[in-house]
């Protein structure tokens, strides 16, 4: 489903507005995609991101699934716009047990005062990507307001 | 709702479980509260926290909701057990505005299998909580198995 | 937590506008409560509203959940005005194995733009009432648009 | 992604069980695809399945989702087994504004004790169809013991 764009500077945007969140630079995330309704990230292992089994903590991929479902719906407003993130709901598939996660997000219905985003986090292992959560994320666009 | 308890030494088993979560220590969150199918947490405020706007980013209040919601299914665990997340659902009510993040979970119904929890995350500013996100968690628990 | 009552015929708004859903009819859901913030509906057991193991269907229950959701949403906003669910999840409890369910919604935190509201269904069985589902429901309100 | 398939029989026990539900044939749903990990259903518009503006009422839609959502985990499970429903989040997208609703649910993570599942919803307007609701399902399997 081809998009609208409505900033022709979305993917600036996007990188400014993503690494001005400390919490995302405190995990080490980097953000390696922005297209149109789409933001991919990931994120390498490291002993700080995780829980009693050592694998990562589903608070590191829920975080994920929730930034890429906000951003996702970022690149289709306009200038002097932000988001906020209303609700998200995450189901968990598989152990986060791997080098390195990848969190997409997508947008699924891109409305004036909401955007519904699907969000998918992947864990790889051994080079081998696979599905560890699924996530529907409710987007609030505000117009006219800054995003700094 | 009084319920069974399980394991005598559920304080301990949860105070050893909770510590042994890198990405909490990261955080900084501390276990203040243990009570038969419920748990509290706290989290001062750091810049390492936030989102672009300086509030405590929404990803910090989903990594506690989802940790006190399977905490406070796992009180209500026997010995050997241990505790998965299945799902949750957040639901953000007051931006993350303040200099401290509480976080309670409280089981509703204590399943054989499932257990399913609420948690809800209070913001406090200047001395004063606010509630700032509620969630509804989907716990499994399993059986002679070990938390470590 | 008091509620701002900005409709005084909000009873009488919500009676109207609730037996206009002819899907409520169908299923034969009376409206038994109705106060700022809260709405309480109830339904007798009959086949009709069953699954196949004959308790009362998980789309009745959720059903009535989602409703009694937007209408506690719908108390609260001024004349002229209508109400839209935006999502809702809903985590079941117990079977519903009765004589008659009953749902309650209230709100949790009425926004300008999003009302946040939880909503719990319960089973009468021999005359003891059990929760068998609990849900968040994210409703949307509308402002200079009438409900009918 | 192919699917294993432990009873041979699979679409027989889906179309006995499916048309078991009294509150199906209430609503007058029709069973109209079933596949290892997918299940199709479909309903014509009545007035009696409406909400206030005489759109399908969300509480159909919601129905709907749950029940493909259910009856997709049920194809892949073995014979003597049944399924329940955990819980499920719903997305509006759309209105339901239109002659007819399609569901199709489907697996997306066929675990041992828990299957998750993705279930759309699709409303049919001039024979044109467009998505109206998205939902996750989490579906609990039981092994030995009918669905009878």
Avoid: W
């Amino acid at each position: 489903m081809p998009f609208d764009i409505k900033d022709p500077n979305y993917k600036e945007k996007i990188e400014d507005s993503f690494y001005r969140q400390d919490f995302m630079n405190l995990m080490g995330v980097k953000l390696t995609r922005v297209e149109p309704g789409f933001v991919e990230v990931q994120l390498d292992y490291k002993d700080d991101l995780t829980q009693q089994h050592k694998y990562f903590h589903g608070g590191v991929i829920g975080a994920l699934a929730d930034t890429v479902g906000g951003y996702a719906a970022f690149t289709l407003t306009p200038p002097d716009s932000t988001v906020l993130s209303v609700e998200y709901k995450l189901s968990f598939l598989n152990p986060g047990d791997g080098e390195k996660l990848i969190a997409r997000g997508e947008v699924i219905k891109a409305g004036k005062k909401l955007s519904t985003c699907s969000a998918n986090a992947y864990v790889v292992k051994d080079g081998l990507e696979k599905i560890c959560a699924t996530a529907l994320v409710t987007i609030m666009n505000f117009y006219n307001k800054s995003d700094h």
